[in-house]
């Protein structure tokens, strides 16, 4: 057992602890309770806190012994275990391949993010690789994972290890926070514990469901106090000698088991220290309360609830209604060659939602207009772009399609035109516009929510088509194929 270890033990690890390491009765009299209310209000009770060196220990070894056995095979986490098994421990492989993997989950699910990883890695296995690409290149390989921004900044990141800091990725958690874009206190923290061994707590989504169920901690989970305490208790309780697989455990039990709507508390190896789970009237429990709820910061402000259980916690505050916008949207055509239809393509700005990503010719609609107003807007447009008057009579009214940002609840009010001016249908590609056909179109640099206005479009044209022509199972078959596919890319 490691001298860090024994410490602990001992009671004299300061740095781990948040309060003194008092054992605290069952029962106190009210003269006790009072004498350990804190002066200040805002610090934590031991309640709400790992304040026992023994628990600490008892805590990291169940958890460590759970992910061992029931740990996920994950791309990410089999480059590491690699570097070490094969006696290559390069510390830029490991530290790029994990840097991917946090950035591409943040805010989606393992699942999603396997295949993008996999594809990623395989095309540019390291920083040099990814930086020599084109942020063209690196939209196309995002498209469809969403939040765009994360890999313009794992690009510009990837850029300046290269020309700024001679190809070496950081070495602390500190040096990964203020050097790399996009890198925050998480994510620094993840790095630097999985990839570098940094002795580091990690707060994420499913960290701050178990640490306030843990702990009885009820407060807003997004507010600053409970944001810090929670830090706390991450960097307390964290394996010094593990540091990464811990935090990966800790994150794992979170996705797997103490999971927000349908907690799988018989089969959490830390049920026996959870709060909540005590505190649960199935298992009756005999669990004291915070002894100073009034002035905690920690404690909630509405009542436990016992039908929820330990779903009683975390408690966030109501989510704010995403912003709502329309956009106009023309779907531009021109016969190809070969007979095929091109699509009309324009790139974004390198700044902003959806930065550098190409879309089809469109205006952000500010207020409610009529059908000849949203067609004399959208010809102006189309004709700006390609040099040549458009007319209005000719565009066609297509629908709505609805896609749901993170925080925009977008809907794209859709029109085509086809294109047949001699001049428009001369070269006109440019860096920043394109033609391109429906299959390229679908494999371009392109967001989920063009994929579904073009599928749409698609959809809504083949309709058209059957409309003129006897109806028959395979049109019908096909008209299911189509709104499948728009359903998909939803």
């Known amino acids: 057992m490691s001298k860090l270890r024994s410490a602990m033990q001992k009671g004299k690890r300061s740095t781990l602890t948040m309060a003194e390491t008092t054992k605290t009765p069952r029962k106190r009299t009210k003269e006790a309770v009072k004498k350990e209310e804190p002066t200040n209000p805002c610090t934590p009770t031991t309640y709400h806190t790992f304040h026992e060196p ?44 994990v840097w991917v993997s946090e950035i591409m989950l943040q805010q989606t699910q393992v699942a999603t993010v396997i295949e993008y990883y996999n594809r990623w890695m395989k095309r540019w296995p390291t920083v040099q690789d990814l930086a020599a690409a084109s942020l063209e290149e690196v939209n196309k390989m995002w498209a469809g994972l969403g939040y765009y921004s994360r890999g313009r900044r794992l690009h510009e990141g990837a850029q300046k290890v290269v020309t700024e800091m001679e190809g070496q990725m950081p070495r602390t958690v500190d040096s990964l926070l203020k050097q790399l874009p996009g890198v925050g206190r998480y994510t620094a923290g993840a790095i630097g514990s999985i990839a570098l061994g940094e002795v580091s707590g990690v707060v994420d989504g499913n960290v701050i469901r178990v640490l306030c169920r843990l702990r009885a901690i009820g407060a807003d989970s997004t507010s600053s106090a409970v944001t810090e305490a929670l830090w706390t208790l991450a960097n307390t309780v964290v394996d010094p000698e593990r540091p990464g ?70 408690r966030k505050p109501a989510k704010k209604a995403p912003r709502v916008e329309q956009t106009l ?56 772009i390609l040099g040549v008057e458009v007319n209005k009579d000719l565009l066609s ?75 028959s199972r395979p049109q019908r078959k096909h008209e299911t194929l189509f709104h499948k596919d728009v359903q998909i890319s939803a």
């Open 245 to 314: 697989e811990f935090n990966q455990a800790l994150m794992e039990l979170g996705a797997r088991v103490c999971t927000p709507k349908a907690a799988l508390c018989g089969q959490c190896p830390l049920k026996t220290h959870c709060h909540s789970y005590r505190k649960s009237p199935s298992t009756q429990g005999d669990i004291e309360d915070c002894p100073t709820p009034a002035s905690c910061t920690l404690c909630p402000t509405e009542p436990w609830l016992d039908d929820l259980g330990v779903h009683n916690f975390p």
């Open 54 to 97: 023994a628990s600490v220990l008892q805590i990291q070894k169940k958890l460590l012994n759970w992910y061992d056995k029931e740990k996920r095979e994950l791309p990410w986490r089999t480059v590491v275990k690699m570097t070490f098994i094969l006696h290559k421990p390069d510390v830029n492989i490991r530290t790029y391949a």
């Open 397 to 471: 009214y297509v629908g709505e399609v609805v896609h749901i940002f993170s925080h925009i609840h977008q809907t794209y009010i859709v029109y085509s035109v086809s294109v047949e001016d001699e001049h428009a249908t001369e070269e006109t590609q440019s860096e920043k516009l394109q033609w391109l056909t429906r299959p390229a179109l679908l494999e371009a640099a392109v967001s989920t929510g063009l994929k579904k206005v073009c599928l749409h479009h698609c959809y809504i044209s083949y309709r058209s088509s059957c409309h003129s022509t006897p109806s």
């Open 329 to 384: 949207t023309c779907v531009a055509r021109r016969p190809s060659e070969d007979g095929e239809d091109e699509y009309l393509l324009t790139q974004r700005p390198n700044k902003g939602l959806l930065a550098g990503m190409w879309e089809f010719p469109s205006l952000l609609l500010d207020e409610e207009n009529s059908k000849v107003k949203q067609k004399g807007a959208l010809c102006a447009e189309v004709g700006r």
